[in-house]
Antibody, heavy 118, light 113 residues
Framework: EVQLVESGGGLVKPGRSLTLSCIAS????????LNWFRQAPGKGLEWVGF??????????EHAASVEGRFTISRDDSKSIAYLQMNSLKTEDTAVYYC?????????WGQGTLVSVSS | DIVMTQSPDSLAVSLGERATINCTSS????????????LAWYQQKPGQPPKLLIY???TRESGVPARFSGSGSGTDFTLTISSLQAEDVAVYYC?????????FGQGTPLEIK
């Protein structure tokens, strides 16, 4: 069974950093692009960014709202992807989801909540 | 960025009746070289992650009930639920993957009338 599990969320003060993890199982993780999305409380879905597979250089793309603050990386030997979040803002408060794919996305993890508040 | 706009903003339909959600993109998302529309539809139930329903605008994901269908081309798309079931209560999102950044419609909550 294909499964993605996010972890690392929590309460953090503005300006601080946090790293989320996405642990994958049930498929050949290294063959897929890995995406991060987020959903603020009561709001819609927002793409955060993705990292291509090693076959495509493991290059990354990020949304403008997080460019320069968030970094996506991957460790294919452990089937894990990371979202390093620096200089967090209150507007980064959201449930963060990881998912695989390059065009449409399925399946999604259950998400991890990041709350940025003083 | 491609802006995706859904209508209506919310929808209430009686059990067994047809539900229709529209999605309009701010620019054409039909890729000429392969004649495919770069659009997907998702269902999200409370407290759950999104679930893929449709991709390439009209291809139903494996395991998705046949009452769900997608149509449209270019800039105008529709998700239709032919006979609403109680378990279809959810928020529905369209998403374009024609260009980065990937963008979603604002979501359409669907409830039972």
């Amino acid at each position: 069974e294909v499964q993605l599990v996010e972890s690392g969320g929590g309460l953090v003060k503005p300006g601080r950093s946090l790293t989320l993890s996405c642990i994958a199982s049930g498929f050949s993780f290294g063959d897929y692009a890995l995406n991060w999305f987020r959903q603020a409380p009561g709001k819609g879905l927002e793409w955060v960014g993705f990292i291509r597979s090693e076959a495509y250089g493991a290059t990354t793309e990020h949304a403008a709202s997080v460019e320069g603050r968030f970094t996506i990386s991957r460790d294919d030997s452990k089937s894990i992807a990371y979202l390093q979040m620096n200089s967090l803002k209150t507007e980064d408060t959201a449930v963060y989801y990881c998912t695989i794919g390059e065009h449409w996305f399925d399946p999604w993890g259950q998400g991890t909540l990041v709350s940025v508040s003083s | 960025d491609i802006v995706m706009t859904q209508s209506p903003d919310s929808l209430a339909v009686s059990l067994g009746e047809r539900a229709t959600i529209n999605c309009t993109s701010s620019q054409n998302i039909l890729y000429d070289s392969n004649n495919k529309n770069y659009l997907a539809w998702y269902q999200q139930k409370p407290g759950q992650p999104p679930k893929l329903l449709i991709y390439w605008a009209s291809t139903r994901e494996s395991g998705v009930p046949a009452r769900f269908s997608g149509s449209g081309s270019g800039t105008d798309f529709t998700l239709t639920i032919s006979s609403l079931q109680a378990e279809d209560v959810a928020v529905y999102y369209c998403q374009q993957y024609y260009s980065i950044p990937i963008t979603f419609g604002q979501g359409t909550p669907l409830e039972i009338k």
